[in-house]
């Protein structure tokens, strides 16, 4: 606990955290480095001393240079990817699976995997960015609502882009339909327990239930799709901004 210390030094060390996890770093190495850093940081303070003796006048290119000097844990960046890809492609299965039969362009299997990878750099780096910032409330919220936005855009934007250009469509059939709908929900199923989060059911909830909803109630399409979408952003808002102030909390 970091009761010793003042709001300063432990906003700055939950920071620190947070940028390291960001940048892949193995947890309990993180874990060894932060509590290393309090014992300094109190003694410090003791001595009528602040967090700026210690790391400078530069937070960020102290982060940045002790992030430097950590292993990096590249197989659980590669558990993260492949989550993150395997989820977003159970997404769009699942989101599809009203129709009698799954289809999906060369275009969209391929968009799906790079809108993966370019929500995957961007989220990482907009958390390590919030790290090493000092940034206020106001702009905190505003980064989370982007973040929340960024998939729906950037999947909008493939929507529209399939439609623009034509490649080969590979159609799965009603009973592959079937049997991909199975397998995906087994899939998220079994990674929600094994991962011991429930991140994915839930971004899959935010993503498929506001249209399956709105469907038992009578409005027009377009209030459709702007009920639909607000529900999606704001839910998946809310939900980034609760894991990190939960973050936060558990490296008190």
Known sequence: ????LSRKSQSFLENLRLYL??????EKEIHS???ELEDHLIEAEARGKTVDHIVGDSPKEYMKQLSNEMNTNTSSLFKVIMIILF?????SILTNAGKDELSYSLLEMIG?????LVLILSIGSV??????ANLSKRKEYALYYLM??????????LIYLNRLIETPIFTFGRYGTMIAVIVTLGFLIGLSFWSKTWVVLIMLALLVLPDYLLTFIDVQPSTEVVLSSSITFGGIAIYLLLTHRMTKQQSN
């Not at 989820?87 to 997404?91: D, M, P, T």
């Open 1 to 4: 606990m970091m009761v010793d």
């Open 127 to 132: 958390f390590k960015y919030m790290a090493a």
């Open 112 to 116: 799906t995997v790079a809108v993966s």
């Open 87 to 91: 989820g977003a492609l159970s997404f």
């Open 33 to 35: 480095i932060v509590e």
């Open 148 to 157: 929340g936005m960024l998939p729906i855009v950037l999947f909008v934007g």
């Open 21 to 26: 996890i960001s940048s892949g770093k193995e």
